[in-house]
């Protein structure tokens, strides 16, 4: 099955500035790739999803690409507030024909005012 | 907004009690999960349901473990014999479809269990 990757260390980003964050699959390449939002002992909350034959997809300062010769998203926060300070997970089906969702471990934003 | 209900939010038991953990998913979704997160990992998946049966199960569900929707709305997860590795964030979670657009999961705020 899948192998999802995520950066370990966590991110520290300057208020304002855009953070980014990489997902790489090791396997085949999803139908989809999904992005949540965990807040320290909560549930993770659903961002964004995006197709394998969309490049790009946007919601308000949130922007995910999705590159299957790279087999990697990309998960950009522009102009980051301190609100913005979460853990953010990578998700999608761990092998083709699969309907659940299997994540990554995630990667930690920390924006500082 | 519907939202995904969980209970208890936190249990503490004993190695080898019976515990069970109780979700209401959101009422017209069509497929339910239960998830799992230890302290510092990755969540992971444990089993799904859809239309009174189980969809798939990973290998953590063992035998110990069983699900069930006991009426129109809620959805519990039975550990049967808990271990001490069984103390996780236990997460519910719902979706309206399974998988690809329309199948973002909803999860609820988690059940904490502590195995002593």
């Known amino acids: 099955s899948q192998k999802i990757e995520q950066n370990s260390e966590a991110l520290n980003i300057q208020e304002g500035k855009t953070a980014t964050l990489t997902c790489n699959y090791t396997?085949?390449?999803?139908?989809?790739l999904q992005w949540y939002r965990q807040d320290p002992g909560r549930g993770p909350v659903f961002l964004l999803l995006?197709?394998?034959?969309?490049k790009e997809k946007r919601k308000e300062r949130l922007k995910v690409t999705f590159d299957t010769t790279l087999k990697q998203s990309l998960f950009h926060i522009t102009a980051s507030q301190p609100a913005d300070s979460a853990t953010y997970l990578c998700a999608l089906p761990p092998y083709y024909g699969n309907n659940r969702l299997a994540f990554g471990k995630g990667n930690q934003v920390v924006v500082i005012p | 907004e519907p939202e995904v209900t969980q209970t208890p939010s936190h249990q503490v038991t004993q190695m080898g009690q019976e515990v069970i953990l109780r979700c209401v998913p959101i009422s017209n979704h069509l497929y339910f999960y239960w998830y799992r997160q230890i302290l510092g990992q990755k969540v992971e998946f444990l089993v799904s349901?859809?239309?009174?049966?189980?969809?798939?199960k990973s290998e953590i569900f063992d035998d110990q473990f069983s699900v069930e929707r006991p009426d129109g709305s809620n959805f519990t997860l039975k550990i049967r014999s808990t271990k001490l590795e069984d103390s996780a964030m236990y997460f519910c979670?719902?979706?309206?479809?399974?998988?690809?657009?329309?199948?973002?999961?909803?999860f609820g705020e988690g059940s904490r269990l502590t195995v002593l």
């Open positions: 396997n085949y390449s999803p139908a989809y």
């Open positions: 979670a719902s979706s309206e479809e399974a998988g690809g657009p329309g199948g973002e999961l909803f």
């Open positions: 349901f859809y239309n009174n049966e189980i969809s798939e």
């Open positions: 995006i197709r394998e034959n969309e």
